[in-house]
């Protein structure tokens, strides 16, 4: 085990109320956080102090409402820093990442004609592929499509390289899978997307509750996010380059200010969320400065402690998962299952059964306290390509707060359930 963090994991639990949940004669175990993980108590004591002492809408000249524009400058800025951007105005928040993604895709649509291509990924989850694909139609224009290989559910480079050219407008692909926790190497397609004067957007939701987010290193132009899936409330978060938000036209009302960030934060926003997701990232802040037992650590230093110590425990985690399959011969993994790759996968997987459908091995699993997923999860483009539907996989999610204790008790009942 990671002896820092399990050194603390009695404590982290301690902060998430969810994980007291008993479920019938069991504890409840989640490991359905790739669908969205439970959050700490400060996270709803944030969300509730904003209702009671903040509530107020933007812009008014009194004290509420200076107040919560106060929280919400600090909620951009916190935001930034755990992408690692030194201009708060480039965050935008919404709905969530779906709904932000339709929004800056009809945006960049204005700009495209008959003869443009787009780029999108057979790996991704549908909120990165369709969006675009229906921009496109509406531009007249081409849609190219990143296969993948099969055999380990990762993106076929060799592909990608092949169909970018000069014509590419857009490359759209996520940093991780949210079905089999692939790492798509983001850095090298940014780079080739750039030279060959293509814009990239990341899909970096499923990537945020595991590693450090770095927009400057990633070398993308947009990146999205959602708060519910790093320990924080159901709000979607859009990161893009000044210089992009600003020339682009944002589909809103027109007394809307042009400024960022409020050009691309269309109506009322959630801020009594916004507030949530700067205790969520102050979470990880603060864990950060405890594993590293130093209280004065900057906000972004405290967070690269934070996912280094969560990368190291999660790794663990998700390999004895892994290695415990290896004696259920009717259970198949899907996605890359060798360890000298570790780097190449966070700790998501998805199985099948030889015979039971997924929706019988969650249901028998939730029976005994286990919550997982089954189906698509929206990653329709991958599961069409392996020719998994209409039933889909079971999605197995690790993050810091489970244990080994609850992953051997899944595996045990996997092994009943077989």
């Not at 004669?25 to 969205?36: M, Q, R």
């Not at 108590?41 to 106060?70: K, M, W």
């Not at 590419?168 to 089999?180: D, E, Y």
Request: net charge negative; glycine share 8%.
């Amino acid at each position: 085990m990671s002896a820092v963090l399990h050194d603390h994991i009695d404590h982290i639990r301690s902060q998430f109320p969810a994980l007291s949940r008993e479920a019938g004669d069991h504890s409840a175990a989640f490991f359905d956080g790739p669908a969205g993980t439970q959050v700490p108590q400060r996270v709803i004591d944030a969300v509730s102090a904003y209702y009671v002492q903040h509530n107020a809408n933007h812009g008014g000249l009194f004290p509420t409402s200076r107040e919560s524009d106060a929280v919400l400058a600090t909620a951009h800025q916190a935001v930034a820093d755990l992408l690692g951007s030194d201009d708060p105005g480039t965050v935008s928040f919404g709905p969530n990442m779906t709904t932000l993604t339709l929004s800056l895709s009809r945006a960049l649509a204005r700009r495209w004609k008959p003869g443009d291509e787009v780029i999108v990924s057979r790996l991704d989850h549908d909120a990165n592929f369709t969006p675009w694909v229906l921009a496109a139609a509406d531009a007249g224009a081409t849609v190219r499509y990143i296969d993948i290989n099969p055999i380990d559910c990762t993106l076929d480079l060799d592909d990608f390289k092949a169909k970018l050219n000069d014509r590419t407008r857009l490359v759209a692909v996520g940093c991780a899978s949210n079905a089999v926790g692939s790492v798509n190497p983001v850095k090298e397609i940014c780079q080739l997307s750039s030279a060959a004067g293509a814009l990239t957007f990341l899909d970096a939701v499923h990537f945020a509750p595991h590693s450090l987010i770095n927009v400057n290193e990633f070398g993308c132009d947009f990146l999205a996010c959602s708060a519910y899936k790093f320990f924080g409330p159901h709000v979607g978060i859009l990161w893009g380059r000044r210089r992009l938000l600003e020339e682009l036209s944002a589909y809103k009302l027109r007394p809307a200010a042009d400024t960022l960030p409020d050009k691309w934060m269309t109506g009322t926003q959630n801020h009594e969320c916004i507030a949530g997701t700067l205790a969520a990232v102050d979470y990880l802040t603060g864990l950060g400065r405890t594993v590293a037992d130093n209280e004065t650590l900057s906000r972004r230093s405290a967070l690269k402690r934070a996912y280094q110590t969560i990368t190291e425990y999660e790794q663990q985690l998700i390999w004895h998962l892994i290695d415990g399959l290896r004696s259920l011969e009717s259970f198949r993994l899907w996605g890359i299952g060798d360890p000298l790759r570790h780097a190449e996968r966070l700790p998501t997987i998805s199985i099948t059964h030889s015979r039971r459908k997924p929706a019988e091995i969650a249901e028998g699993l939730g029976r005994k306290g286990l919550f997982v997923w089954h189906g698509n999860y929206y990653a329709l483009p991958l599961t069409e390509r392996l020719g998994l539907e209409p039933d889909g996989m079971i999605r197995i999610g690790v993050v810091h707060y489970n244990t080994l204790e609850e992953v051997d008790r899944l595996l045990a009942a996997l092994q009943d359930l077989a």
